[in-house]
């Protein structure tokens, strides 16, 4: 018979990876942290361990593009966010996978890296936690860390939340919004980070709702039609994976689906351009738009096909003057026959209109 010491110290090795060798354990274990002790850093950071979870957000078509995995039934500390690997390659949402790896602690954020094995292991699905956005309004070891990588609802039910704050980070923009209870408080709630996608940066590029026209090209380009936020559009929900930028505590939504827009109309035009007129349609190559605008602004004007992808940017006006305009715009000669939408976009104007290439 074994002696209970061995006995003890072989069910402590099967448990705790020690000296970098693989330990079999969960993602529960991986995040969670005591807030007294003042860090966030894993206790399994630098360690190989091989965890399970059910695929939250993926590199799929129209997904986030980042990989993120959940434990299902757990509240808490259940989340974490996988580098992308070759054998990651063929899973999807939903997939119940197995992975080995090394943990790692990124700008405050903890991942799993350097993934030597994936395995599928069958279907299984994840329900949102759900919060009032306001319980996000600043990151906090004993109150928000433990959602860091999972996936979250946020909602004001019945009342539906607003944009309280279209850039909390002015005069800078790092493409945070923030949504929130209170219209009237623009320092409360959570922010919403999309449409920028870089090596530090992973937001998704299949979400049309973004702070600036400048996000729709700059950091990734954007997949789908662009709608610039103003304060006070509404949103009675908004789903995605819980995660940090630049210190602060944001949602990434993974496309367009998460977002359960206002009945009474989300982005209604405070400030439209009037009398939007595009000729000739079909066109060949060269058209003439016209239009008056009710106050001083900027546009932008994109060419996007019918599936929300950006075919060609085809012009930025800059300081346009309050009245009636005419601008030229010209296509690109490879554009293939078809219909395309035709967007006009400004900091208060998201305006679009149907035309024909020929």
Request: some cysteine; overall charge negative.
């Amino acid at each position: 018979m074994r002696p209970l010491k061995s006995l003890a110290s072989l069910l402590l090795f099967s448990l705790v990876s020690i000296s970098g060798l693989k330990a079999q354990t969960t993602i529960y274990d991986i995040q969670y942290v005591d807030p007294a002790l003042g860090s966030d850093v894993s206790p399994y950071v630098n360690q190989t361990v091989t965890v399970s979870g059910i695929v939250t957000a993926s590199k799929e078509s129209g997904n986030l593009g980042t990989f993120f995995i959940q434990m299902p039934d757990s509240n808490a500390w259940a989340g974490i966010q996988l580098d992308n690997a070759i054998g990651l390659s063929a899973t999807e949402m939903g997939d119940i996978i197995e992975v080995t790896g090394k943990v790692v602690e990124v700008n405050g954020i903890t991942k799993i890296t350097s993934i030597t094995k994936v395995d599928i292991r069958g279907k299984g699905n994840i329900v949102p936690v759900t919060f009032n956005p306001d319980a996000f309004t600043t990151s906090s070891l004993a109150k928000t860390e433990q959602y860091e990588g999972m996936l979250v609802t946020l909602g004001n039910a019945p009342q539906p939340m607003f944009v309280v704050n279209s850039n909390p980070n002015a005069p800078n923009n790092n493409g945070e919004w923030r949504v929130g209870s209170n219209l009237n408080d623009v320092n409360t709630g959570c922010r919403i980070l999309s449409g920028r996608q870089t090596a530090e940066i992973s937001s998704s590029l299949n979400v049309s709702y973004i702070n600036h026209i400048q996000w729709a090209t700059n950091s990734g380009v954007i997949n789908v039609a662009p709608t610039v936020v103003n304060n006070g559009n509404q949103f009675f929900g908004i789903t995605g994976i819980m995660t940090y930028n630049e210190g602060n505590i944001v949602l990434i939504p993974r496309n367009n689906e998460d977002f359960t827009k206002s009945v009474v109309g989300i982005f209604e035009q405070t400030q439209p351009i009037k009398d939007l007129n595009v000729f000739p349609n079909p066109i060949s190559n060269v058209a003439t738009i016209q239009f008056e605008t009710e106050k001083p602004t900027s546009l932008e004007v994109t060419l996007y096909n019918l599936q929300g992808k950006i075919i060609q940017f085809l012009s930025s006006w800059k300081d346009l003057s309050v009245g009636f305009h005419t601008k030229k715009i010209e296509f690109n000669d490879q554009i293939s026959p078809g219909n395309y939408i035709l967007s006009i976009q400004g900091e208060e104007i998201n305006q679009t209109k149907m035309i024909s290439i020929q």
